[in-house]
């Protein structure tokens, strides 16, 4: 009896890769996904946070696309080791703090560790030519197949025709005619395969997965780097900077302010591990204090939090501030004037 | 016979999909028949953890709903080992 081909698809959750499973299924291929979560995906909890977003669907779109493919999905935790792709990008980052193609690489290589340790056969990526302005190039998709050890048992489904053949093709396990030549940034091919497969409601396509492609996190990320002088980080610092309104009024600290209930909630998780204060006299967000502030530091803090509770326009609310032994004690301040907070101060 | 046995995994003040992956692994050791209460405090695992179990052929048992915690119950199916 022939022995069936066994594939592992790096599955996002968006289109490309839900379509890159389907065309190779398709040709009686046993497929199962791969999904690495390195802290910065989108994905999952950033809705659980914010209670605005508690309309939307919580689904985690990478589930959700292996359950509509009927596959196996495998979690990988990536979060230490994504650490050095982050930090020394050998081929650099992307317009803002994305190691696209350090990042591809490092998945793919985790990708052929898997299917060695799991006696697959090869791995597939939903990877469209052109589509992204780093890793997925006609020039740098070949340095991903070399670099991350995959060589030619990389198969990208819905670019295939346009790449050398992989031995999945030369095998006979696919057949090249069946797989595709899409380029571009265009989504017109992606979603006529889509229509065609029958797939009418999948999550946003490519790009948007991870936050280090967001110029607003990237400027967050570099004011924290710079301020601590240290380019290391836990996974708590990159969820507080997901949340909150950060405001950086001196080099010495920065003020991360709830925006709405969810996150004043979350923000209470971390109150031991932070100087943090809220409003008494009125309704307000919960403020956590990042960095070495003095006495006239957390004053400022004070009035700054006050201008964001109901009190902002009243001469004096009472604000309540826990260091971080747990001695709480009490201050009076004026609500700082809108226009007095600078605008450099936000980060 | 074996025999089924209960396991607990504590996956509080983690952020999905950090409840699914220490589930995963959980259940990556335990054997068909035995079940899994994995404690969250992320609602969001009351979604992904039965949609993960759904793929991979287990089953939730029951979902206890607290006010700050909830816990999900996993019956793990036939397993790969």
Not at chain 1, 48 to 67: F, G
Not at chain 1, 300 to 313: E, K, N, W
């Amino acid at each position: 009896m022939i022995k069936q081909p066994k594939a592992v698809a790096l599955v996002s959750g968006g289109l490309d890769s839900m379509l890159a499973v389907k065309v190779i299924q398709e040709q009686g291929i046993h497929v199962e996904g791969i999904n690495f979560f390195t802290g910065f995906c989108v994905e999952g909890h950033t809705h659980a946070i914010r209670k605005k977003d508690s309309a939307k669907p919580k689904r985690n779109n990478a589930l959700w696309v292996a359950e509509q493919l009927g596959m196996k999905l495998h979690i990988v935790d990536v979060i230490e080791e994504y650490k050095d792709v982050l930090l020394n990008p050998k081929h650099g980052y992307g317009a803002n703090l994305n190691p696209c193609l350090d990042c591809k690489k490092f998945m793919v290589h985790k990708a052929v560790e898997w299917i060695e340790k799991n006696g697959f056969d090869f791995i597939i990526t939903g990877e469209v030519m052109g589509q992204r302005p780093m890793s997925q190039r006609k020039d740098t998709m070949p340095i991903v197949a070399q670099e991350s050890g995959a060589d030619d048992l990389l198969l990208r489904p819905l670019c295939a025709k346009l790449l050398p053949e992989t031995k999945p093709e030369r095998e006979g396990w696919v057949k090249r005619e069946n797989l595709y030549n899409f380029s571009g940034r265009s989504r017109k091919p992606q979603m006529a395969l889509a229509e065609k497969f029958g797939f009418d409601d999948y999550a946003q396509p490519a790009g948007g997965c991870c936050f280090l492609t967001d110029a607003s996190y990237s400027a967050k990320l570099t004011d924290l780097w710079r301020a601590r002088g240290d380019r290391n980080y836990e996974m708590d610092d990159v969820m507080l900077l997901k949340v909150g309104r950060h405001i950086r009024p001196r080099d010495n600290f920065k003020l991360i302010i709830g925006r709405e209930e969810g996150e004043n909630n979350f923000l209470s998780g971390y109150k031991k591990r932070f100087i943090n204060m809220h409003i008494t006299s009125h309704r307000g967000p919960l403020l956590l204090v990042d960095g070495r502030p003095d006495h006239p530091d957390l004053e400022l803090a004070a009035q700054i939090l006050a201008r964001y509770s109901q009190g902002r326009d009243e001469s004096e609310v009472s604000v309540e501030v826990t260091d971080l032994e747990g001695n709480v004690t009490n201050m009076v301040v004026k609500p700082m004037p809108a226009d007095s907070i600078l605008k450099k101060w936000h980060v | 016979m074996a025999r089924m046995t209960t396991h607990n995994l504590d996956a509080r003040n983690l952020l999905c999909p950090m409840p699914v992956i220490k589930a995963q692994d959980a259940v990556a050791k335990l054997s068909s028949g035995d079940v899994l209460e994995v404690t969250c405090t992320d609602p969001g695992a009351a979604h992904d953890i039965p949609a993960w179990c759904r793929v991979h052929g287990h089953s939730v048992k029951e979902i206890k709903q607290g006010s700050n915690e909830l816990v999900v119950i996993i019956e793990v199916g036939e397993t790969d080992g």
